[in-house]
């Protein structure tokens, strides 16, 4: 799957690049053997990132998140592009609009996304989601951003 998405990530650029490193990604996440022991392990806190890849030269890296039940992300939109897909389980995306004048964003849509489902977007503040795992079964997803690993907290998400 890393050798997918790499080539999906210097063969593009502009717009179409999120959801075609989501395409690359999509044949290998239902494959069992996809992630190691180490990197399905769970936190109770909260969801937990494990590096998978990480590219300085390319600019991206690769993270498997682990949720536990009821984990969910903050709301958020991204500095960055993304694309993920969802290895086990399932995950609710919900997404969100910031209203004229309102202090916090309102939920517009959810969608379910299963084993094998993805999602992407550009770097854009009026693209805001949350994942969250409202199953009874812990989930796996993976994704990819145009941010270094060691840069994530600052680059990665805008919070709301």
């Known amino acids: 799957m890393l050798s997918d998405i790499h080539r999906a990530v210097i063969g593009t650029d502009g717009s179409d690049r999120p959801a075609r490193i989501a395409a ?77 004048q309102a202090a916090q964003p309102v939920q517009t849509a959810a969608l379910l996304r299963r084993s094998g489902d993805t999602s992407s977007g550009p770097a854009d503040p009026d693209l805001i989601h949350r994942l969250s795992n409202l199953s009874m079964a812990n989930a796996i997803s993976i994704h990819a951003y145009g941010a270094d690993f060691d840069r994530f907290g600052s680059d990665v998400n805008l919070l709301y």
């Not at 494990?50 to 039940?69: C, K, M, N, S, T």
């Not at 958020?76 to 969100?96: D, I, K, M, N, Q």
Request: include cysteine; glycine fraction near 8%.
């Open 24 to 100: 690359a990604m999509a044949p290998h996440l239902r494959q069992p053997d996809l992630l190691s022991a180490a990197s399905c392990e769970s936190c109770p806190n909260g969801y937990i990132r494990h590096l998978l890849h990480a590219d300085r030269e390319q600019g991206y890296a690769v993270v498997a998140l682990v949720w536990r039940p009821g984990q969910m992300s903050p709301v958020h939109a991204h500095r960055t592009w993304c694309a993920l897909g969802v290895h086990t389980g399932s995950l609710t995306e919900g997404f969100y609009a910031l209203p004229d």
